[in-house]
């Protein structure tokens, strides 16, 4: 079993910046692999960024360049820091986790609870 805590959520104005953290306890095995997912009001969830243990990265064209993912592996835990904020970045943000990058990339097998984020104009 995985648990996973998310922080770091607010209201900001557009140009601004902020900073999510995703806490991770229980099996390494199924942490290998974390990553943040948004929904936003009437569409669908998406992937914003994931990273493995070994550092690997991926992102979502919308937000390369403004956004950067990254882990701390003894502690456990993945940022995004989110930076040059849009209000089309405004929605719930997840933490997610799996064994691998393809997995947590398509279809996580765990979900932290969310944290908004809210971007003003």
């Known amino acids: 079993q995985v648990q996973l805590v998310e922080s770091g959520g607010g209201l900001v104005q557009a ?16 942490t290998n692999a974390m990553g943040w997912y948004r929904q936003a009001p009437g569409k669908e969830r998406e992937l914003v960024a994931a ?6 990265t991926n992102y979502a064209d919308s937000v ?6 990254a882990r701390d592996n003894a502690k456990n835990t993945v940022y995004l820091q989110t930076n040059s904020l849009k209000p089309e970045d405004t929605a719930v943000y997840y933490c997610a986790a799996a064994p691998t990058m393809v997995r947590v990339s398509r ?15």
């Open 15 to 30: 140009g601004g910046s902020l900073r999510l953290s995703c806490a991770a306890s229980g099996s390494t095995f199924f």
């Open 51 to 56: 990273i493995t243990s070994g550092g690997s």
């Open 64 to 69: 390369k360049g403004r956004f950067t993912i």
């Open 107 to 121: 279809a996580p097998s765990y979900w932290g609870q969310g944290t908004q984020v809210t971007v003003s104009s």
